[in-house]
């Protein structure tokens, strides 16, 4: 079973920027879809961007296109999140998963990391 880790996530200020990095182990994620999710305190998970098997082709929740950018290095094993000019209604839990069905959905996806936590002051 693969095992995804995430990191990179702390305390910035309203219009900061942070890279988080979701790394595998156990077995790699190659051949699989990859998505990063966020859950906001008492709502529920939602995909944030997704990225597929080769890295070519990637896809956005509309409130953070063009500001967001979802990577991965196949050869390191690892997908990455870029955000930019954070707002402070981001703060979450952010998480890494494999997509194994076609929908968005956080039943869509397997392999959950325990997250990492995304906090934006204003």
């Known amino acids: 079973q693969v095992q995804l880790v995430e990191s990179g996530g702390g305390l910035v200020q309203a219009g900061d920027s942070l890279r988080l990095s979701c790394a595998a182990s156990g077995r790699t994620f190659i051949g699989y879809d990859m998505g990063w999710f966020r859950q906001a305190p008492g709502k529920e998970r939602e995909a944030v961007a997704t990225?597929?098997?080769?890295?070519?082709?990637?896809s956005y929740a509309d409130s953070v296109k063009g500001r967001f950018t979802i990577s991965r290095d196949n050869a390191q094993n690892t997908v990455s999140l870029q955000m930019n000019s954070l707002e402070p209604g981001e703060t979450a839990g952010f998480y890494c998963?494999?997509?194994?069905?076609?929908?968005?959905?956080?039943?869509?996806?397997?392999?959950w990391g325990q997250g990492t936590q995304v906090t934006v002051s204003s």
């Open positions: 990225i597929n098997s080769s890295g070519g082709k990637t």
């Open positions: 998963a494999r997509r194994i069905r076609a929908g968005l959905t956080p039943s869509d996806f397997d392999s």
